[in-house]
């Protein structure tokens, strides 16, 4: 079953129980609230879960306005047939960019924070399949000014895994940040009751002044061989994103060398990694054609070893963006927005799985 929610004030739901071939009719599952784009969603077997956020306010950090408000939770057990009335598990009005986990009954939940005008990174978990949700915690303290944002949560087992983008570093500042950040890790081994201290992943190449030092936007999938990270960077022959990936294999304990996977003369950026078993999926879109952005896609069957070549997903004359990806038993599925009819609307599409040699990242 492959499960589809967006909109803002309702929140609109469909699924497809045959791959994607067909859809049910739109339901809404929230009159009021707003999904955050980051990673409002998980299906778990028979049980989905869905995030978003209420009792909006504005705030002002560094960048910009920021709508910011409490993060609820739904859930479905019947695969998205009925769901039970929704649940709060942030207070203080301050959440933003969401993470959802779901794995084995256990759902593991991260979000960015600016309740007390500085963010943070907080976590909360339900190991009932939703039924109930412990308190949530702090579990990273960001700089007043800086940025300690985009959290992304996985697990598999007894395994936690979040990264999230972090300025601690005191980076030169590059585009509208006050300092380039890098990706930071932290794991728990105990289904999220104490964690490991933060460790920092990325180490941006020292570069002339005139350029930028960026590692962000990480995502992050966990699998019983291998951990695999993504994430947005700045390389040093340009002012520009491309796709770059780590690998751990045992289970976070140590990573090996990046890898990077896109090379494109405009930034290839917004990437959404997924995974199962020894697969992983990567899609980004990107502006090489004309500043007419597309999504593209490259996945693994080894673990992240080896990549297979970049595919062309999208090939429209608007802008394609900001993809989201899951698998099914026997495609790789990705939906997008996309603004082709002169307004953005949700866009869908699918790959079958195959199992080829792969290539070299």
Known sequence: TVHIAWGSSPIRYIRSEDEGVSWTSAVSLASAGDIHETNSLAG??????????????????????????????????????????????STGQG??????????????VAWSDFRDSVWHIYYARSLDAG???????KLVDGIPGGETNRPQVAADGTDVHIVWGEDRDLNPSCYTLPNCTEVYYKRSTDLGQSWEADRRLTFSPTVPASAVLLSHRANIVAGPNAVIVSYDRDPPEKNGHEQYVLRSADR?????AEARLTNA????????????????????????????????????YDDGLLWKPEER?????????????????NFAQVVWLDDR???????????????PAGTSG
């Open 44 to 89: 778990d077997g028979l049980n989905v879960h869905l995030l978003y956020l209420t009792n909006l306010r504005q705030l002002t950090d560094w960048c910009c306005a920021r709508d910011i408000g409490d993060l609820w939770v739904r859930t479905s057990n019947d695969g998205g047939k009925t769901w039970k009335a929704p649940v709060q598990i």
């Open 131 to 137: 039924a109930q949700w412990g308190t949530e915690t």
């Open 341 to 355: 009819t002169g307004t953005y609307e949700v866009y869908y599409n699918r790959r079958a799985l195959d199992a």
């Open 313 to 329: 997903v999208t090939n429209a004359a608007g802008n394609s963006s900001t993809p989201h990806l899951a698998l099914t038993d």
């Open 252 to 256: 976070g304990s140590t990573w090996e």
């Open 95 to 108: 959440a933003f960019r969401v993470s959802i986990s779901a794995r084995e009954g256990r759902v593991h």
């Open 265 to 300: 003369p405009a930034d290839s950026t917004h990437g959404s990694l997924t995974g199962r078993g020894s697969l992983f999926h990567l899609a980004y879109f990107d502006g090489r054609l004309a500043g007419n952005n597309e999504i593209y896609y490259r996945a693994s």
